[in-house]
């Protein structure tokens, strides 16, 4: 499935802003909120995403058509990696383990705001490294017989 | 407060690594310096012939999104100039490969001259003039 880049940096800016939110008034339930937006994205496309139906239907039709589209698989995984880091700080929070709260967001808002300003997508740029890893891991644990 | 501490570092901070990858993306560097002998690529590490002359060997991935417009800048270039080949390889597929030659990223392209050797480097997708440089250095 392709999709309209613009559309990933519209959302990446819309994410960076509620993570700063998030951070700045240590507000676990906002990162909950924002967590729910990962998962729909990761799990029912980007298309389906509420970031991506605001772009769709109040952005879009303020520009033109993309130049180019953009095969949907490299986002939609990074936003399964934010998924990841919103739900950790979701629990951070949430338990009272402030710190960890605040070093989730913080990566994830990171990631947010490489992607808005520089359209440099981290999340699909740790596909490889987290293959590395979880590769060796598995072929540590097979021993020969 | 400390939030609001830890939120601006990160802004200044992915500032700072967004401006110093926006211009390293994709440029072509010589490998090893300091009379490091550089490594050497057979068509049995590739699973797929050398060009005659060089060969651009780029690492790809299944969640890459530049991947496929270096795909198609190596492709021209390939089809271009006698004597060059273009490798794409699924990194996933070659892990042992991308360990021993530390690929962090996807693409990553390697520019290999006539006997295989890995002449020049590059993380990200390249911009086609670049490519054909590096190519003038390692034909010759």
Redesign the interface.
């Known amino acids: 499935m392709q999709v309209d880049p613009r559309g990933q940096r519209f959302a990446a800016a819309v994410t960076t802003v509620i993570l700063l939110a998030v951070l700045v008034n240590g507000n676990g339930v906002l990162l909950a909120a924002q967590a729910l937006v990962f998962a729909m994205a990761t799990f029912f496309g980007l298309r389906f995403a509420p970031y991506g139906l605001v772009y769709r239907l109040l952005v879009r039709p303020r520009l033109g058509p993309p130049g180019e589209l953009e095969d949907a698989g490299p986002p939609r995984f990074a936003q399964g990696v934010g998924l990841a880091f919103t739900l950790v700080g979701t629990v951070g929070y949430g338990s009272g383990i402030t710190w960890l709260g605040i070093g989730a967001t913080a990566f994830a808002l990171g990631a947010a705001f490489l992607n808005a300003v520089f359209g440099f997508c981290l999340g699909c740029e740790m596909y490889v490294l987290i293959r590395r890893i979880t590769a060796k891991i598995r072929s540590d644990r097979e021993v020969p017989a | 407060m ?3 501490l ?2 601006a ?3 200044v ?3 700072v ?2 401006l110093i ?2 211009r390293r993306d994709g440029v072509l560097r010589a490998r090893g310096g300091d009379g490091d002998v550089s490594e050497t690529l057979g068509s049995g590490d590739l699973g797929a012939e050398l060009g005659e002359k060089a060969t651009l060997v780029q690492f790809s ?5 530049p991947c ?1 417009a270096t795909r198609r800048v190596l492709d021209e270039v390939a089809t271009m100039l006698d004597g060059v080949a273009h490798v794409e390889l699924d ?2 597929d070659h ?1 042992d490969l ?2 021993r030659l530390n ?4 693409p990553t392209v390697l520019v290999l001259d006539g006997a295989g050797r890995i002449v020049r480097r590059a993380a990200g997708q390249p911009r086609r003039a670049d490519v054909i440089a590096a190519l003038g250095t390692a034909i010759t």
């Open positions: 400390e939030g609001a830890v939120a570092a990160v802004l901070a992915a500032t690594f967004g990858r926006r991935s299944a969640f890459c999104a496929r990194a996933e892990l991308v360990r690929v962090l990223r996807t």
